[in-house]
């Protein structure tokens, strides 16, 4: 490769055959796609037969660091695990902070291909060029965090391991891959593992990477960057409450839902406060190359058992915490410990509870449907059991294993009630108060993620524009925007926190640049982020998903939160043609000729 | 007089700041296993300390002593360790004398903070004050 930054090749493992081989990258591949998110829709796009069974042997797990990963760009740690949704049926990637992504290049690898089911439990063994795939028949049923201890007791403390947990071996759609407890959370990837028999994985890199600039130059280069975040005023905060900052404060602006999004306001936020939280933190972690430091430890106790682990995050908090109409801290730090340990995404979990309690206000889920679980609102006790039930797949939780709309549809009824799009279950902002949160839910490839457009900036933190939060004009175009522009966010790969700590469109470029030498401006940024977003899209209306699917549920719609006295509500199938326009997408929500002319694909 | 970095464990956070910029600048190469300064935890430990690992001359300078070939040799102007690449035979009997030496076997050189030449950038960079120079023995 003329670039550097990349590692410059793919290892690509058959499970099923055990062979282990190199693709190498190429200068076109880096060009049209960056990394990361971009690497996965181009290569799952091409690769995957369409139809295929998510949890079959066709199916394919890849791995992609971006050109800034372990380059000491500011927060580039991450790495991307991109999968068929088990859960969804879309393309899906799934990203984890911590040092495993900068590990893996300085292994000499820009990402893996995992492809096969393997004959019986293994862990793969990257040791820079030496890989290898170890029997993991000891490993199997272990918890996420046990797996871990047990590979490092075996393979050293210098290799960076991430491991599956219970909830992916049993193939829970919603199951996640952990590096410590970095999940890459959302769409299931652990169901994919499960299905695979990879237990883990674990790598050292010792070979480290080039950049294109002399040290001086781009140290100093680096530096500025660092210095951007470092100074920016919002700062301080991340550094000390995380993303959990941000939860009394949108709740103050009635964007935070209660109850399965029967309203958007939490009576009482003061007991899940992030000054609450905050007396829990007894150290601060940041992830690789970060200068932000959003992670800390916490410990506490819970009906006499202590507990020392990561703090829990912001949506987290929310989905097993007022979702479920719970405010207990210490019983939803607990609920996220049990999911962490079981390796499922705390997010479609707490959703998925929220569900049953609102199906059993209503009537239609019965103690004895629910096994004698009592899904009363704000039940904090039934939060650990119903997730154990969960990743054990037996009586009712075979049912919530499935997510809240997998349930309802188990169940025959109740999918009015599901708050999700294609599956995927809804984040912490409230669509009827962050309309652009409510088109992008409806929009994104894999369902309600808030992560592919976090419009919740520009409609309220003030970061990028002055948008009215209720109204869905002008949104169409913000949502393509930003989701255009997080694309690139996504396949360099940084953090999206940096979004609000003064990195700009301009700066994702230079991320791109300096390291690899190649010359990106902000007008290619979003067009390479039009390309991923159009590729993502070829993929999922391949696999059958049309204009329908891109919606909000019918309470989003049409039904207003009681706590808004204005009673706004988020129509956006009001402007989806309005929105396909932007996308050069026609009528049917499909990428049109003249777009993929235009973005080559 | 020796000066060296003097490293607080209980602000460190795991960033990996140092030994990046800290490889850069040697080896013109982001190669954190080869930095002069390395942190490390035990990750069989819940979330434990780090140790770092730096030159902070409380091995009463085996490293030179060990050396058979005077590759190492004490720069009293800087009050450093320095490597002469020139001398050294890749014996690595550094290595085994002392915890805080470190190796860059790709491009055979002994890896040993020299303070860069009295700025040092892993103070510099980390964002936690973690780094102090300032030690003197």
């Known amino acids: 490769m003329k670039y550097a930054g990349y590692a410059g090749k793919f290892l690509t493992v058959d499970l099923s055959s055990g062979k282990i081989a190199e693709l190498p990258m190429s200068d076109d591949l880096a060009e049209a796609y960056l990394g990361g998110r971009g690497f996965i829709a181009k290569l799952l796009y091409d690769r995957l037969p369409r139809g295929i069974d998510p949890l079959g042997p066709q199916n394919e797990i890849i791995f992609a660091t971006g050109p800034a990963t372990g380059t000491m760009i500011p927060t580039a740690s991450r790495i991307a695990v991109g999968v068929k949704s088990p859960l969804t049926g879309t393309i899906s990637a799934s990203y984890m902070g911590g040092h495993f992504g900068p590990e893996l290049k300085y292994a000499g690898w820009d990402g893996i291909i995992i492809s096969g089911v393997s004959p019986q439990p293994v862990v793969l063994v990257i040791d820079d060029d030496k890989v290898e795939l170890r029997d993991a028949a000891a490993l199997w049923g272990r918890d996420t965090q046990e797996a871990q201890r047990l590979m490092s007791r075996e393979l050293g403390p210098e290799f960076r391991t991430g491991a599956i947990g219970p909830g992916g071996e049993t193939l829970m759609p919603f199951a996640n891959f952990l590096h410590v407890q970095h999940a890459a959370g959302r769409g299931g990837p652990g169901a994919v593992f499960g299905a695979k028999k990879l237990k883990g994985v674990a790598v050292r890199g010792t070979g480290g990477v080039r950049v294109a600039p002399r040290a001086a130059e781009y140290i100093a280069g680096c530096k500025e960057l660092h210095d951007i975040i470092m100074e920016n005023p919002v700062r301080p905060a991340f550094r000390w409450a995380g993303t959990t900052g941000m939860l009394p404060v949108v709740n103050e602006a009635v964007g935070l839902p209660w109850r399965n999004h029967q309203d958007d306001q939490v009576p009482d936020v003061s007991s899940i406060h992030n000054e609450e939280i905050a007396k829990y933190v007894r150290q601060y972690e940041a992830c690789s190359g970060c200068n932000v430091i959003c992670g800390s430890v916490v410990e506490f106790e819970r009906n006499g058992k202590e507990y020392r682990t990561e703090r829990i995050e912001h949506e987290s908090v929310w989905a097993l915490g007022p979702d479920c109409g719970i405010v207990d801290l210490t019983a939803i730090f607990e609920a996220n410990v049990e999911c962490d340990l079981a390796g499922i995404d705390t997010m479609t979990a707490g959703s998925t509870i929220a569900w049953a309690m609102e199906m059993t206000e209503r009537g239609l889920l019965s103690k004895a449907d629910a096994d004698g679980l009592d899904f009363t609102w704000g039940n904090a006790d039934v939060l650990v059991p119903a997730i154990k039930k969960m990743v054990s797949r037996q009586g009712i939780g075979e049912l919530l294993s499935l997510g809240s709309r997998g349930a309802a549809r188990a169940l025959g009824r109740g999918e009015e009630y599901a708050m999700q799009v294609k599956g995927l279950d809804m984040a912490a902002y409230a669509p009827r108060g962050f309309t652009g949160m409510g088109l992008s839910y409806a929009t994104t490839g894999r369902g309600a993620d808030h992560n592919k457009a976090f419009t919740v900036a520009a409609e309220f933190l003030g970061v990028l524009g002055d948008y009215d939060r209720y109204s869905l004009e002008g949104k169409p175009e913000l949502v393509k925007r930003m989701q255009d522009s997080t694309a690139i966010i996504d396949s360099l790969i940084m953090c999206m926190f940096t979004v609000d700590l003064g990195i700009t469109v301009e700066l994702y470029a230079r991320c791109a640049n300096l390291p690899t030498g190649m010359s990106i401006t902000a007008d290619d940024v979003y067009t390479i982020g039009e390309r991923i977003n159009t590729v993502e899209r070829l993929f999922n209306i391949e696999e059958g998903f049309t204009r329908a699917d891109d919606t909000l549920p019918r309470r989003m719609q049409k039904e207003a939160a009681p706590s808004d006295p204005r009673g706004h509500t988020c129509p956006v199938d009001d402007v989806m043609d309005e929105y396909y326009e932007q996308r050069q997408w026609d009528a049917r929500g499909v990428p049109t000729e003249a777009l993929r002319e235009r973005l080559g694909v | ?137």
């Open chain 2, 1 to 137: 007089m020796a000066h060296y970095i003097a490293f607080d464990e209980e602000k460190c956070v795991f960033c990996d700041m140092c030994s990046g910029v800290c490889s850069l600048n040697k080896l013109e190469k982001i190669k954190p296993s080869a930095a002069c300064i390395r942190v490390v935890r035990d990750p069989l430990e819940s979330f434990g300390r780090p140790s770092c690992t730096v030159c902070d001359m409380t091995h009463e300078r085996a490293c030179i002593e060990s050396c058979p070939v005077d590759a190492l040799a004490f720069d009293e102007q800087a009050g450093v360790v320095r490597f002469i690449a020139e001398l050294c035979t890749m014996c690595e009997s550094c290595l085994d004398a002392c915890p805080n030496v470190g190796i860059d076997r790709e491009s055979e050189r002994i890896m040993i903070c020299d303070l860069c030449d009295g700025d040092p950038l892993c103070v510099k960079w980390c964002p936690e004050g973690a780094l102090v120079w300032g030690g003197t023995s």
